[in-house]
């Protein structure tokens, strides 16, 4: 069988059609939504499918956070693949909430349930029903097949989700501004709730798993670690005085920042992931609006010294060639960062479809973007690789997955994002404010050094 050449019509792409994905640029639907219920306090993500969905993602998240991550599961074989996994549901519900003490079960579905098409909404109806006289923990439930997106789609699912079942009346005033940042690191949320607290504001951030998925050593073990956003807080996100909803792809997207706007009211400001420059001013001067306070000192002051970290060091990376790949509203964040330190972005990709990251890019860079990138959505590492070995980059930005390419071009990888494998601190890496971007830019500066120096036949000493 002959391959027959194809046009992807958002990116414009051309290459060979496929039976298959050699090496993803993104993960299943269901493991997003797993992330996001990590985030909310008291809380056990809970698949609906086969065991095998449950084990793959608790592997793949341990080895990046390591940390525990326990995965409730129906665990549904070929019987239930013919006449339902309803009975699975319900029992493995009521262990979660009495094995863990959950007060929260958040139910993912995974490709076999949405094949099959069983209704969760109406199982989970009758699960009530039937234990009522229980003391039952609140469930909430999302659709996630992985067949039609991507984990980010899960993530975002997860988090309106949770603010539609979760907050579904008018609350009382309670000053507090929402905060939904995307999928970012545990640093990065605990830096975004110390920026809200400076400008004077008490931020409920969903999902925050900035302690649930890097938290301190303990003596005892917890069924469930300490820490995410309350549910009480959560139920009272319709009393805040806006939200802000952190990344540019979600825009076409109904989310829990839209949901709590249209239902109650509150004032939703949409943003990009704030890396870099540009994209924390913007972040700034909404706080300043929400807060109505001017940028504090000790924020301005972390914003010149990444001014003079720019002075200092773009000698050493101005010019680069740079391939960006990883989720979309970080690819577009780290292109807005390596345009503005002088880096040149020669291919930006992502395993996500319709997100016009192209349009997004041009929106966040401005002028600053002397040239476009070449942006290609809806591509393995199969069509990174074979097109970026003809751009000639010097560098690589994104996670663990490009780690062969750049040994084998002999480029450094600035590693970022989701998931880190190969290195150990991947929870702890910072991205976000002037501050991650500081963070971002010595990494980058040490790494083209470090090259240069075991690149060099005599070595450096002084640089």
């Given amino acids: 069988m002959s391959d027959a050449t194809v046009i992807d019509s958002e990116s414009g792409y051309k290459g060979q059609s496929h039976v298959a994905t050699t090496n993803a640029c993104k993960l299943c639907t269901p493991l997003g939504a797993t992330l996001a219920f990590k985030g909310v306090e008291g809380a056990i993500p809970y698949l609906h499918g086969s065991q095998g969905c449950a084990t793959y993602m608790r592997r793949y998240i341990i080895s990046h ?21 309803g009975p699975n549901l319900k029992k493995g519900l009521l262990n979660a909430m009495r094995k863990y003490g959950a007060g929260v079960v958040g139910v993912a579905t995974t490709c076999l349930m949405e094949t099959i098409g069983d209704d969760v909404a109406r199982l989970l109806a009758e ?76 931020p409920t951030v969903l999902p ?31 009393g805040s005085v806006a ?15 839209t949901s709590l706007e249209s239902r109650f009211g509150v004032p939703l400001h949409r943003l990009g992931l704030p890396i870099g420059l540009r994209e924390t001013d913007s972040l700034f001067e909404a706080l300043k609006d929400i807060s109505g306070r001017p940028v504090p000192r000790e924020l301005a002051l972390e914003r010149g010294r990444y001014i003079d970290a720019l002075v200092d060091g773009h000698k050493y990376v101005s010019g680069l060639r740079a391939v960006v790949y990883g989720e979309e509203d970080l690819i577009i964040g780290m292109t807005s960062f390596l345009a503005e330190i002088g880096v040149k972005p020669v291919l930006v990709a992502t395993g996500a479809r319709n997100r016009d990251v192209a349009g997004h890019i041009r929106a966040a860079c401005g002028d600053i973007l002397r040239e476009e990138p070449i942006v290609r959505e809806g591509v393995d590492f199969f069509d990174i690789v074979e097109e970026a070995g003809t751009l000639s980059p010097d560098l690589l930005v994104g996670h663990s ?8 071009w002999g480029v450094p990888l600035l590693r970022c994002g989701f998931p880190i494998h190969d290195r150990f601190g991947g929870p702890r890496l910072l991205h976000v404010g002037y501050r991650g971007a500081q963070n971002l830019f010595d990494r980058l500066v040490n790494l083209v050094l470090e090259k240069k120096q075991t690149d060099s036949d005599i070595g450096y000493g002084y640089l």
């Fill in 243 to 257: 939200s802000l909803e952190l990344g540019r792809a979600i825009g076409r997207q109904a989310t829990a920042g």
């Fill in 401 to 408: 997955k490009g780690q062969r390419a750049a040994r084998e």
């Fill in 127 to 202: 699960f009530r029903e039937e234990f009522g006289d229980l003391p039952l923990a609140d469930v909430v439930h999302v659709s996630t097949p992985s067949y039609s997106g991507t984990h980010m789609d899960g993530f975002h699912g997860a988090v309106k989700a949770l603010a539609d079942q979760l907050c579904v009346e008018k609350a009382a005033p309670t000053g507090r501004v929402n905060v939904m940042p995307g999928f970012v690191s545990p640093a990065d949320i605990r830096h975004l709730k110390e920026i809200c607290r400076e400008f004077g504001l008490t």
């Fill in 65 to 85: 956070f390591r940390e525990p991550m326990d995965i409730a599961s129906s665990a549904l074989g070929e019987k239930n693949a013919i006449y339902g996994g």
């Fill in 208 to 238: 925050d798993y900035s302690e649930t998925l890097d938290g301190p050593a303990l003596l005892d073990y917890e069924n469930i670690p300490s820490g995410g956003t309350r549910v009480a807080d959560i139920r009272a996100m319709s």
